[in-house]
């Protein structure tokens, strides 16, 4: 649905081309390279395997099922065996890191996971699910800057080893998933670091306003969480993910409601407590036709009921 494409020089003069793309349908994304395309009829070699056996697995489906939107390949200046990928989060996978980004240092014939990074095997730092563009320091191939729905981040430059990580058994691997994972974790980035300080870019695309206090607010942002300001000068992020339409209840002032994308409500009687979400979107959710950030209202006289709008009808 959507290819990225970046071309680079060999020694020999030669233009060779990356193609990262997925196809609606085809149920997978993959990595194609050509060593010649400069003239005649290029053929493209298919570098991707869906046999976590295979070193091309790193290639397989990282965009899936949103190639449409998360998708790029960047092959740095004056190293054309090196080649970086970028999708979006492999989500319940847990063979390597979620195959946000991945590098190869070897034309394609296989990746390393640079998604998070080696600080912590619990809780490291990491890029935002979806994935959009990415460049390296001129001087460093191996530091880069990379951009997503989460805003910038840089890795270090040095990549470390942490194939031990993958001993884990709450990873849940057998043996060949295994040796994946600590081919694809032995060289990590040793720190990823946030560079949003002062980065003023989240997308509110929605607010609601208290019944029972008008300065507080919620607001939900593209792919950043619903947020409410306690006070004026804190924002506090109550739930992660798309930030869809928000709410209070008429009469009890604990409630609150936030949406995902499609009709996806949460509802909560706890103040907004980011532990106490409670998922109460069917039978509403995935009717066709509904709005990616679908109509969803607490009813402004009668407590407890609320309204929802799908691509066929409304519910109460």
């Not at 869906?50 to 939107?69: F, I, K, L």
């Not at 190293?79 to 240092?105: C, I």
């Not at 004026?232 to 109550?238: F, G, P, S, V």
């Not at 103040?271 to 009813?299: E, K, L, T």
Request: charged share 20%; with cysteine; aromatic share 12%.
């Amino acid at each position: 649905t959507r290819a990225a494409i970046d071309v680079t020089t060999l020694a020999s003069g030669a233009t060779r081309m990356y193609v990262y793309e997925g196809n609606a349908g085809q149920n997978t994304s993959r990595l194609f390279r050509s060593d010649s395309v400069a003239t005649g009829a290029p053929v493209f070699t298919d570098l991707t395997s869906p046999s976590e056996a295979a070193t091309g697995w790193a290639w397989h489906g990282n965009c899936d099922p949103q190639c449409w939107y998360d998708v790029f390949v960047y092959t740095p200046k004056g190293h054309p065996d090196m080649v970086y990928v970028g999708g979006d989060y492999s989500y319940g996978e847990t063979t390597a890191n979620k195959r946000g980004v991945v590098l190869s240092l070897d034309a394609g014939v296989s990746g390393y996971d640079m998604t998070f990074d080696g600080t912590d095997s619990l809780h490291p730092n990491g890029i935002h699910p979806d994935q959009h563009h990415l460049v390296t320091n001129p001087n460093d191939p191996l530091q880069f800057f990379e951009a997503g729905d989460g805003g910038v981040v840089r890795s270090s430059g040095e990549l470390v080893d942490r194939s031990s990580w993958c001993s884990d058994p709450a990873r849940g691997l057998d043996a060949v998933q295994k040796a994946r994972c600590e081919q694809m974790l032995s060289q990590i980035p040793s720190k990823i670091d946030s560079l949003n300080s002062g980065l003023s870019t989240l997308q509110f695309q929605s607010l609601s306003v208290s019944p029972h206090d008008s300065t507080d607010l919620q607001g939900g942002t593209q792919d950043n969480g619903t947020w409410e300001n306690r006070s004026d000068a804190l924002w506090e992020n109550t739930m992660i993910g798309d930030g869809g339409q928000s709410g209070w209840d008429v009469t009890n002032t604990a409630f609150r409601f936030h949406n995902f994308f499609d009709v996806t409500p949460e509802v909560n009687f706890d103040n907004g407590d980011i532990g106490d979400w409670i998922w109460v979107a069917d039978p509403v959710f995935g009717h066709a036709g509904s709005q990616f950030y679908a109509p969803v209202i607490s009813d402004p006289v009668e407590s407890g009921w609320m309204f929802a709008g799908t691509g066929r009808t409304a519910y109460r």
